[in-house]
């Protein structure tokens, strides 16, 4: 079997109306008519000789376009290569801009893209899911949290709670940190949501690195959080940051989550080097793929670090491909099941009409899979088409 082809397409749902940033991180005022302006998505397929075609995705926070010329500049890297040959695959695109210093950002992202579609067709001519390649099922129920719920009127709150645990859910996670000067407000918010959620839901917070400026903020918030029962405490600082990990970690009680902003094993191999994570969150689309996912899953395994997908505001591509890495990591942990979009007011159409989730049955907070060849992905293509950017 071998590639004959190599096709990428940069989606944007552009939103109807501005929005504000609907989590806190750093200068979001400034940025948010940049970052929040559309629901992205890039997407690759491809094509073999046999007729067989995967697709993977790309994280896209900004230019799609980019990430779509990056995987069409590789193409020619591919064309004639076996698609199950994915180590030698992927350690030619790291290699191609290794020396030029492209270990992180939108290069990873790309490749991210190819590597799952690559697994994608691994799998569908094998005949069996991604996860049995892999290594099997390791975890056949898939734990999963509600995320997320966004600090507004506690009466709204109530409602979303009270939705989630109607819908089944006994674990959700809280985005806080938008006003860190005012943290102590938002932690009453957050007593509001534990009192009204009750002890046997496990609550988690996400400050999306909003306290990177100030490490006696992050250490104040944490020993509140703890205090109230939460279970981890996520992205207090900056991705960057070992040093002040490392630091949170050995002064606070509550475990310490992070990840979703890092890119490639080395990097979290000096997180696991300093004790610095309980929880790490690599996110397939944005760490190189499944192939290099895998390895920071396991690597993290041995540091008896446990591993949480991020799954973020992406396509159903990237939620699909993160449960066949949950079915198979030993140190799974959660996984992220989205429910709420950017904007409230306007749906997402690259996770509501792109494809569907592969989910046979979700019950008691957990999910049981299809059974699915490959990833289990049928892309609609009309969704394509129609927001596909030239």
Known sequence: MKITD???????????????????????????????????????????????????????????????????????????????????????????????????????????????????????????????????????????????????????????????????????????????????????????IRKHAGDDIMLMADVNCNYGHDMKTALEVGRALHELGLYWYEEPLYPDDIDGYAYLRDHLDIRIASGEADFNKNSFARFLRRDALDIIQPDAARTAGITETRKIADMANAFRVQYAPHTGSSSNIIMTVSMHLAMYATNFLIYEYMQSNWNKTQENPLRDQLCTLPIKEFKDSHIIMDDVIGLGIDINMEVVEKYALP
């Not at 860190?180 to 957050?190: C, L």
């Open 6 to 192: 190599v096709r990428a397409y940069a989606l944007e749902v552009p939103m109807t109306e501005k929005i504000s940033a609907p989590i806190g991180f750093p200068r979001a005022e400034e940025v948010e008519g940049v970052v929040f302006a559309a629901y992205r998505s890039t997407l690759v397929f491809v094509d073999t000789d046999e007729g067989i075609t995967g697709v993977g995705e790309c994280m896209t926070r900004l230019s799609g376009t980019a990430l779509r010329d990056i995987c069409l500049t590789l193409k020619p890297l591919l064309i004639g290569r076996d698609p199950r040959d994915v180590e030698l695959i992927w350690d030619i695109m790291w290699c191609t801009m290794l020396n030029r210093g492209h270990v992180m950002g939108f290069y990873q992202e790309a490749m991210a893209g190819i590597d799952c579609a690559l697994w994608d067709v691994w799998g569908k001519h094998a005949k069996v899911p991604v996860w049995r390649l892999l290594g099997g099922a390791t975890n056949p129920k898939l734990w999963c949290y509600a995320s997320s719920l966004r600090l507004r009127a506690i009466e709204v709150l109530r409602d979303e709670i009270d939705m989630h645990k109607d819908n089944g859910f006994n674990s959700m996670k809280i985005k806080i940190g938008k006003d860190p000067m005012n943290w102590r407000s938002e932690i009453k918010t957050v007593e509001e």
